[in-house]
């Protein structure tokens, strides 16, 4: 089915639904946040009489709501920017007597008829917007700004292959409700300084093995510069954008030991490499959990060979 006809469904059923609660995967990014936080002001916006509630833990939860099970169970679930079930950060979702997604991650599993993906979207903040924007609505200033700050940040300011025309479509129509970009990159790259340490330790420790770069950080780097495991992990950033570089890699010790890597490539896919190791994502974003020494050295040769073939 066409997605815009999934919206309207999707609409059908928020408008006969008196709870709505709202979910997105775990360590959330600005995207999942985003999509989240937009449906929840939206829904304030259009429909003050409802109980709409956002779920999950992360940076952000002194904006999420606490619920209990039985108003989760009488209500429509939307699950926003997730690709499996498995990744909902808050699994009482599956209580919920009907489940809606919106989603861009390739489409691993079926969430039913309100299930709208779509894949070439450089964000799902994207989606929401274009949707709304065909549907001629209005969704009230925060939901548009929650909106940009998700696909500014997944697009990385409208910089990867991701974006497209709709991108920039999306991107004004939001603008046109009332977003602001300067706000936006305000709050979405405006660093702590002890953020801004740890980044110039992951540069400083890279190792560059052909057309692969890498870091890693151990428990000590990062707590002893007063930074927590999450915001040492989402640092990858710091070595972006080096030619010659194919693919750049961060691996971040975890508490208990192992290693989460956040992958990143210029040009060929890695999301098939990170699924062997058990991870996923985008085609050229990836992340993986749980590595212990040994699948680390055999993932980092695999990283290079592949670096290597393609440069
Ligand atoms: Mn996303």
């Avoid at 992340?287 to 680390?296: A, E």
Wanted: net charge negative; charged share 20%.
């Amino acid at each position: 089915m066409h997605n815009f006809e999934v919206f309207k469904q999707l609409l059908d059923a928020i408008e006969s639904a008196p709870i709505i609660t709202l979910f997105r995967h775990v360590n959330p990014d600005p995207d999942a946040y985003g999509s989240q936080l937009a449906l929840k002001e939206w829904i304030r916006y259009a429909y003050p009489d409802k109980q709409v509630y956002a779920l999950g833990q992360g940076e952000r939860s002194d904006e999420m709501d606490e619920v209990d099970d039985q108003t989760i169970a009488n209500s429509l679930a939307i699950v926003t920017d997730t690709a499996n079930r498995d990744r909902v950060d808050d699994q009482r979702f599956l209580l919920a007597h009907q489940i809606a997604r919106m989603d861009h991650h390739l489409q691993i599993e079926d969430f039913g008829p309100l299930d709208l993906v779509d894949i070439h979207a450089s964000a799902t903040c994207e989606i929401q917007a274009l949707m709304f924007k065909q549907a001629g609505m209005n969704i009230g200033p925060k939901a548009a700004q929650e909106m940009l700050q998700g696909l500014m940040a997944d697009s990385q300011r409208f910089t990867i292959t991701t974006v497209r025309p709709q991108s920039f479509e999306a991107a004004a129509w939001l603008m046109e409700q009332q977003a602001n970009p300067q706000q936006a990159a305000k709050f979405l790259f405006s660093r702590d300084y002890s953020t801004f340490e740890i980044s110039a330790f992951i540069a400083s420790r890279a190792v560059k093995k052909g057309a692969f770069l890498f870091s890693v950080v151990s428990q000590q780097d990062y707590l002893s510069r007063g930074v927590s495991f999450e915001t040492a992990k989402s640092q990858v950033n710091a070595l972006n954008n080096i030619k010659g570089i194919m693919i750049w890699a961060l691996f971040t010790q975890q508490p208990d030991g192992l290693y989460s890597a956040s992958l990143r490539s210029a040009k060929v896919a890695i999301n098939e490499l990170a699924n062997q190791y058990g991870g996923g994502g985008h085609q050229q974003a990836c992340g993986i959990k749980n590595l212990d020494v040994r699948k680390l050295t055999s993932l980092i040769e695999q990283l290079e060979q592949l670096a290597q073939n393609e440069n």
